[in-house]
T-cell receptor
Framework: DSGVTQTPKHLITATGQRVTLRCSPRSGDLSVYWYQQSLDQGLQFLIQ???????AKGNILERFSAQQFPDLHSELNLSSLELGDSALYFC?????????????FGPGTRLTVL | AQKITQTQPGMFVQEKEAVTLDCTYDTSDQSYGLFWYKQPSSGEMIFLIY??????QNATEGRYSLNFQKARKSANLVISASQLGDSAMYFCAMREDGTTSGTYKYIFGTGTRLKVLA
């Protein structure tokens, strides 16, 4: 158990809909990262938050947005969903500024868009 | 151009033998980090080992060691005494500095699927 929690574990929805994925980082971790893992794109970095502020953006679509709240949990919002958005979405956390900076991943949310 | 290259899509190893999973990287940063993660069939991602670009010694964590050759830009993972439970997908990843001081971005390779044979 990495200490990172993600809800829900599975999500099935229809095209055009909007969903919210939730992540709670490990205790003491200030950074949260979101990743998308799909069969065709592999593991893609989406976005990073550090202590409530957006710090880095990867391959995140404009239909997607995220935020990190004062209690450090984070939410990833996916809107106008398309079939291609079906993927495993991972959240990870780390202690930015530490010497090793390894990330600890949550169990993931499997999104299926029908 | 690929920043992280894992050239072995799949590998087999006999139980109790050692295996090396290859990873090469491309960056112009002086400060970067290299990671290996394991993803079993259950889907979770498990951190295995980390090597900083300024670390002179190769990182080791139990049966895992990272063969870091900076000049060749390679960061191969060595698993000693393979166990059946090592069968999984293995990802090499690199942390690069982000555009804002103190931020980072992470790039993953396409993975190597390891199968340990009894």
């Amino acid at each position: 158990d990495s200490g990172v929690t993600q809800t829900p574990k599975h999500l099935i929805t229809a095209t055009g809909q909007r969903v919210t994925l939730r992540c709670s980082p490990r205790s003491g971790d200030l950074s949260v990262y979101w990743y998308q893992q799909s069969l065709d794109q592999g593991l893609q970095f989406l976005i990073q938050y550090y202590n409530g502020e957006e710090r880095a953006k990867g391959n995140i679509l404009e239909r997607f947005s995220a935020q990190q709240f004062p209690d450090l949990h984070s939410e990833l919002n996916l809107s106008s969903l398309e079939l291609g958005d079906s993927a495993l979405y991972f959240c990870a956390s780390s202690r930015s500024g530490s010497s090793d900076n390894e990330q600890f991943f949550g169990p993931g949310t499997r999104l299926t868009v029908l | 151009a690929q920043k992280i290259t894992q050239t072995q899509p799949g590998m087999f190893v006999q139980e109790k033998e050692a295996v090396t999973l290859d990873c090469t990287y491309d960056t112009s940063d002086q400060s970067y980090g290299l990671f290996w993660y394991k993803q079993p069939s259950s889907g979770e991602m498990i951190f295995l080992i980390y090597q900083g670009s300024y670390d002179e010694q190769n990182a080791t964590e139990g049966r895992y060691s990272l063969n870091f050759q900076k000049a060749r830009k390679s960061a191969n993972l060595v698993i000693s005494a393979s166990q059946l439970g090592d069968s999984a997908m293995y990802f090499c990843a690199m942390r690069e500095d982000g555009t804002t001081s103190g931020t980072y971005k992470y790039i993953f390779g396409t993975g190597t699927r390891l199968k340990v044979l009894a």
